[in-house]
């Protein structure tokens, strides 16, 4: 599943927390659970009194009755034929479930099945086609079935279940948007919300497919199935596996036939039922690929999706493993409460994803849609045993990422990405540090944060990095081929490589997956004798909790347009380096691509900042100089110098830090250069429209008068990223009035949020209370991120404009901050709430909202908002 990443201006954590995710990111900050290494050395019987070993014996005991094992296979469920019927009306499933099951291994009693918030109609065993009722307990989380008489490892059972399950009940009281613990959705069921598609879809990670048929609901359970059907015949169905066939009944249902003939694990199943447009495509081996969404995003998904052959080529010919499955089904709905799902064979997909034919030019969603695909391998064809082992999933995902980026983008785009989510991890490790296979967890959701995906990725690449590419993708291929269609657990990984490398990786995968923390890197350079730069490197972390390191690492001297790259292994708490880099040397890079998955710190000089700039291969390490080159802006400095160069560098990202930096320079420095000629070129024609909007917003700054004529002429750009931001920096110009209001009339009926907000600005700043119906209609017609940013603009209009209702904005902002499926649009309607908390009754609103908030990580910053307001009475 995916749980990030919204990069975006505003509020940007809760994007990342909720937006995203395959599964949404979950906030563990307060989190007191989580397992700390004990080190028997800090707490010896010998050493301590009585009481000091009462409380070692306490916490020993309690280790063991938290471990978290993988679930004991009593029964190996083999096939499911489930027959299933919506009821709109009442938000319920009515299904028929035939499970056909084995002893795993001992004599069995009972069969315990789970199953959330049924009513069963019918329980039976199935013998020689007759049906005999079996007696059962059952406590709306699981059935436990006792058989009249042993069964034995070689016998096959088949058991009848006849049902309607209610995946609304069992939720807590109150609560507000829509919990990811369902299972199954009922979308706008009774069409009452205008414009919003009914839908009907699944989300079964971790345990929530038993919300919907009764099954053995663990990750390293593995079936077959045959699902039946009965769908409205206006909508389509999309399931796991191929469509077997349809058949039209006579009350205007359809049922159709989906059948699943290679086993993966229950959370893996999946339905889809809506009205959608289907795009066909294939992959290069013939594999047949649907892409999936609201008929109005037709010609747009085409775009979005457009990569995925070239996508699953790539992944097959890198891993030597074909797309294990049927078919690939890529579907995106409304209100999903990840960013993504990896069902076998059928990818779902948020609603962020629904863009009409000019938004996807600008579309950056592939890595999205490479970390579904990449899951199709690890995850689902091979799947963890356990949600301990839940990084054996999503750090191949997360990584696969990286991957599609290295092949498509070029290692500069891939490397960049690598970067921003190490930072993510890094910002989780101030909270929390924990293993990334734990085995002590309070709650399977705690596993899906930034150590599992982030950390994860990273830990892949440094072992990519040591092995070397053709070990390590061969040890891929092994993992994989071994393990097929198997749960696994981590050392299946560790043996798989150590079979193909020859190498004990005890080492490797003790310190960065069975241990927690990361390095803490202080390097100094001694460079005294210049033809021997001496590297002093110490490990800085906290050793009572994180391993002391053993990091193998290189260091690139580049020479005379050339480049020698050193490996060396740091393996003590300080250690020095002796590089022996010989005469003429122009720059000595320390890990250049980041690879290290550290928290570095190093001083360097300007000079040395300078010659990693002109002569570093990685874009990243270019960016880096060039952010501490350009940072301080000092009369008589080059910063003017350093900004004229990464104005032409090859990697977009230093272009556009460049143009940022560019608003910080004296009109002297910006002279002494041919910047301005340089940045106008950009802006025409820069092959990145982030490059072009980025000098759009400088021409802005630079001579707004001098280059109005090409911005107004920019805002007819095919791209939404370039046209909003010329209109915006036309918008924020001194004067013209009339053709701003011929503007804002050309473009007032746009839905997309790179032309609403600059129009919106221009009604809010001019004081045009006229549009208050403009807005409340924009409110009303936008969705997820788009309804997200407006409503801080719509706060703003109706908070900042004289003669406005009030009333009718603060219910709306009301309405969305308590109802809404959205956790971060709520939190946005609640934030601008406080714009009107002068008003009457908008305080005990607020309080209102805060106590119906069920998502704990929304509540915390509600609470957080209100509290100053609440002191005050």
């Known amino acids: 599943m995916y749980h990030r990443k919204f990069r975006y201006i505003i509020c940007f954590f809760f994007l990342v927390v909720f937006a995203l995710s395959c599964k949404p990111v979950a906030d563990l900050s307060t989190d007191t659970r989580a397992r700390q290494p004990i080190s028997q050395g800090n707490l010896s019987y010998t050493d301590t009194d009585a009481g000091g070993r009462d409380t070692l014996v306490r916490k020993l005991e309690n280790e063991i009755r938290n471990y978290k094992a993988s679930q004991t296979r009593h029964f190996d469920l083999i096939h499911t034929e489930l027959s299933l019927s919506f009821d709109y009306a009442l938000q319920s499933v009515r299904g028929e479930a035939t499970l056909t099951l084995t002893p795993y291994r001992y004599l069995q009693n009972n069969l315990v099945l789970d199953a959330k918030e049924f009513e069963i109609d019918a329980l039976a065993w199935i013998n020689q086609g007759e ?21 034995e490892p070689n016998d096959t059972l088949l058991i009848f279940i006849a049902y309607q399950a209610f995946p609304e009940r069992g939720l807590p009281p109150g609560q507000t948007g829509i919990p990811d613990t369902k299972g199954l959705y009922f979308i706008n069921p009774d069409s009452l919300i205008s414009g919003k598609p009914v839908q009907i879809w699944t989300q079964g990670e971790t345990s929530y497919t038993s ?6 609901d663990q990750p390293n359970e ?3 199935h045959d699902f039946y059907l009965r769908v409205p015949e206006k909508y389509i169905s999309i399931s796991n596996g191929s469509l077997v066939n349809s058949q039209v009944n006579r009350d205007g249902t359809r049922t159709d036939h989906w059948r699943m003939d290679l086993p993966h694990a229950p959370y893996l199943s999946a339905i889809v039922v809506g009205d959608f447009a289907v795009i066909e495509d294939q992959s290069d081996a013939e594999v047949p690929l649907r892409y999936l969404a609201e008929r109005k995003y037709e010609a747009g998904i085409r775009k979005v999706f457009a990569n995925t ?21 890529q579907v995106i709905v409304r209100d999903f409460v990840a960013g993504a799902m990896e069902n076998t064979t059928l990818s779902v997909f948020m609603e962020a994803l629904n863009l009409n034919a000019r938004e996807a030019l600008d579309s950056e969603w592939d890595y999205i849609i490479a970390h579904e695909l990449f899951h199709q391998w690890f995850g689902n064809y091979v799947t963890t045993e ?7 999933n999503e750090a191949f995902a997360d990584y696969g990422e990286y991957l599609w980026f290295e092949y498509k983008e070029g290692r500069d785009q891939a490397d960049m990405h690598h970067f921003n989510a190490m930072e993510e991890y890094l910002d989780e490790a101030e909270e929390k540090q924990v293993d990334l296979i734990r085995y002590y967890h309070s709650d399977s959701e705690d596993m899906f944060d930034s150590h599992t995906y982030a950390k994860g990725g990273r830990v892949l690449h440094m072992l990519r990095q040591y092995l070397g590419e053709e070990v390590f993708f061969q040890g891929l291929h092994v993992y994989l081929v071994e393990n097929a269609f198997q749960p696994v657990e981590i050392h299946h990984l560790r043996l798989a490589m150590e079979k193909v490398s020859g190498r004990d990786l005890n080492w490797f995968f003790n310190q960065w997956f069975l241990s927690s923390g990361h390095p803490e890197l202080t390097l100094t350079w001694d460079r005294s004798d210049p033809e021997n730069v001496i590297l002093s490197i110490e490990q800085q972390q906290d050793l009572s909790h994180t391993p002391l390191y053993k990091l193998p690492f290189s260091v690139r001297i580049y020479r005379g347009g050339e480049v020698e790259e050193k490996e060396f292994v740091l393996d003590q708490a300080s250690q020095q380096f002796s590089l022996e880099n010989g005469p003429e040397t122009d720059a000595i890079l320390f890990d250049e691509f980041h690879t290290i998955l550290a ?8 000079l040395d900042l300078e010659r990693q700039f002109r002569h570093a291969a990685s874009g990243l390490a270019r960016l880096e100089a060039l952010d501490s080159l350009t940072r301080n802006v000092r009369a008589g400095s080059d910063t003017g110098k350093w900004i004229a160069a990464g104005l032409q560098d090859s990697f977009a990202v230093v272009r556009e830090l460049a143009l940022q930096r560019l608003s910080e320079i004296s009109p002297e420095q910006m002279e002494q250069y041919p910047i301005e000629n340089q940045v106008l070129r950009m802006a025409e024609e820069d092959a990145s429209n982030t490059v072009k909007a ?3 917003e400088v021409l802005g700054v630079i001579d707004p008068q001098k280059y109005e004529g090409m911005i107004y002429r920019m805002i007819n750009d095919s791209s939404y990223q370039v046209s909003g931001t010329a209109l915006m920096v036309f918008m924020d110009m001194e004067g013209n009035l009339p053709r701003k209001q011929e503007l804002f009339e050309r473009f007032e009926g746009e839905e997309n949020i790179r032309i609403l907000a600059p129009l919106a600005n221009y009604i809010t700043d001019t004081g045009q209370a006229r549009h208050a119906d403009w807005m409340h209609t924009k409110l009303a017609v936008l969705e997820g991120e ?7 603009y719509y706060g703003d209009f109706f908070a900042s404009v004289e003669g406005v209702s009030l009333g009718g904005a603060i219910s709306r902002l009301g309405e969305i901050g308590g109802t809404h499926s959205l956790p971060y649009v709520r939190l946005a309607a609640f934030q601008s709430l406080f714009g009107f908390i002068d008003e009457e009754g908008v305080l005990d609103l607020a309080r209102s909202l805060l106590e119906s908030e069920a998502d704990e990580t929304v509540r915390r910053y509600k609470s957080y908002y209100l509290e100053p307001y609440l002191d005050q009475e």
């Open 131 to 151: 049906k005999q009722e079996l007696s059962y307990t059952y406590d709306q989380q699981q059935i436990k079935i006792d058989f009249p008489k042993k069964v």
């Open 211 to 216: 919300k919907w048929y009764p099954t053995i």
């Open 222 to 224: 593995r079936q077959t």
């Open 309 to 329: 052959p070239e996508m699953m080529r790539f992944f097959s010919e890198l891993l030597q493993v074909p797309f294990p499955w049927q078919k690939y089904d």
């Open 386 to 392: 356990s949600w301990a082992n839940l990084t054996l």
């Open 599 to 606: 928290a570095k710190s190093h001083h360097r000089g300007s």
């Open 694 to 696: 980025a000098a759009l």
């Open 786 to 792: 788009s309804l997200y940013y407006f409503i801080g």
